[in-house]
Structures are given as C-alpha cells and as structure tokens.
T-cell receptor, first 117, second 112 residues
Framework: NAGVMQNPRHLVRRRGQEARLRCSPMKGHSHVYWYRQLPEEGLKFMVYLQKENIIDESGMPKERFSAEFPKEGPSILRIQQVVRGDSAAYFC???????????????FGSGTRLTVV | RKEVEQDPGPFNVPEGATVAFNCTYSNSASQSFFWYRQDCRKEPKLLMSVYSSGNEDGRFTAQLNRASQYISLLIRDSKLSDSATYLCVVIPISGGYQKVTFGTGTKLQVIP
C-alpha cells in the first residue's frame, strides 16, 4: 500500500515562473492537506481539500497560490510567478474520512523542496 | 497567544539522559493530540497519540493536562537516534472538520 506520493521531490524555478506540486493521497484517503515549511521554521497550514472541494484555504496567500483536488488524479498546489520567498519545503498529508481520522493523525508525503533562483 | 506553542530548543542532552518537552495550546475545546517527529529535511512522522489517561510506548511517555492546557513528551534513556525535532499536534473541533495545528517544534540533540 503506497503512502502519500509527492512529486517532484525537488523543483527549481526562476523568479516569475510557475510551480506545480503534485500530491497523490494514500489509497482510501479522501482528505488532503498542504503545509509549507520555510527553512528553520515549523509547518504552516495552507489548505485542506476533499475531492473537488476546498474546505479551508485560510492559510493560503491571497495571490499567486491555488490548490485543487479533482475527481480524478492528484491534488495540485500551483504557485504562479514565483518569488524567492516561496522557496520552502511543501508537504502534503492525507487522512481518511473525518469520522475515521479521529485519533488517527496524518500520513505525510516526503515533500517537494522548491528553490526559486 | 499562539494556538500551539513549543520551546524551540535546542535541548542538548547526553546519551542516557531523560528529557521532557511541553506543548501548550490555547483552544480549550481541543480534543485530539499527537506527537510527531521530524528528522532533518524529512517529512514529519507520527510518534504517538496522546490520551487523557497518559500513554507509554517503550522509552516514550506522553501526557495530557487539560486543566493547564498542555501536553508533554518524556523520553527516557535518550539515544543518539532520538536527535530530531518533535512537533506537537492539536486537533480542535471546529466548523465540522478537523483543522490540525502544528507546533513549531522542539529540537533535540542527543550528545555522545
């Protein structure tokens, strides 16, 4: 049973380009969460999605960032016109349905390390 | 006040020592608590859940103090391999779904 799969592991973009980060949740998990971790800092919540729905995007910057979790395929975190400050590790986590996730916690992917040059 | 607060450390302890971390939370309605471990440049991994009655897993003991709104993690007989950052996680009941809040982590360095 594959865990949470994120790709690419490392992504280098020039300032102004677009970055697309992908996350495939664990089999049977319908909830996806994106977190950002700046160097030497903690995990910051960005967005929580279920299939075809954004449940909570309170942690997403208002501009340039968007996320989706389509009916088919992985969840995508998209950053347009990247700037140096976007350089960070982006982690995705998944969980089963809400009622099953109590006391269960998350499973994280191994992250995508975005470097903006 | 932050939702979840941890002392960032680092805690430098010799091998074999006992070390304890606390994590305070501000939302008294919080219901589920966990400790995660994060090794350098790796993803966080679940270390253990924290139950109201306290729970133990080998050298690790987790406790919850609802009155004072904190959870703790005690590590006995520290090993070099315990060196990592320990994140506390709090899950409140909010808006019909569970928004998980991570502490910024406490860094532990076990020294030979």
């Amino acid at each position: 049973n594959a865990g949470v799969m994120q790709n690419p592991r490392h992504l280098v973009r020039r300032r102004g380009q677009e970055a697309r980060l992908r996350c495939s949740p664990m089999k049977g998990h319908s909830h996806v969460y994106w977190y950002r971790q700046l160097p030497e800092e903690g995990l910051k919540f960005m967005v929580y999605l279920q299939k075809e729905n954004i449940i909570d995007e309170s942690g997403m910057p208002k501009e340039r960032f968007s996320a989706e979790f389509p009916k088919e395929g992985p969840s995508i975190l998209r950053i347009q016109q990247v700037v140096r400050g976007d350089s960070a590790a982006y982690f995705c986590a998944s969980s089963p349905s809400r009622s099953q996730s109590k006391g269960y916690g998350y499973t994280f992917g191994s992250g995508t390390r975005l470097t903006v040059v | 006040r932050k939702e979840v607060e941890q002392d960032p450390g680092p805690f430098n302890v010799p091998e074999g020592a006992t070390v304890a971390f606390n994590c305070t939370y501000s939302n008294s309605a919080s219901q589920s608590f966990f400790w995660y471990r994060q090794d350098c440049r790796k993803e966080p991994k679940l270390l253990m859940s924290v139950y109201s009655s306290g729970n133990e897993d080998g050298r690790f003991t987790a406790q919850l103090n609802r009155a004072s709104q904190y959870i703790s993690l005690l590590i006995r007989d520290s090993k070099l391999s315990d060196s990592a950052t320990y994140l506390c996680v709090v899950i409140p009941i909010s808006g019909g779904y569970q928004k998980v809040t991570f502490g910024t982590g406490t860094k532990l360095q076990v020294i030979p």
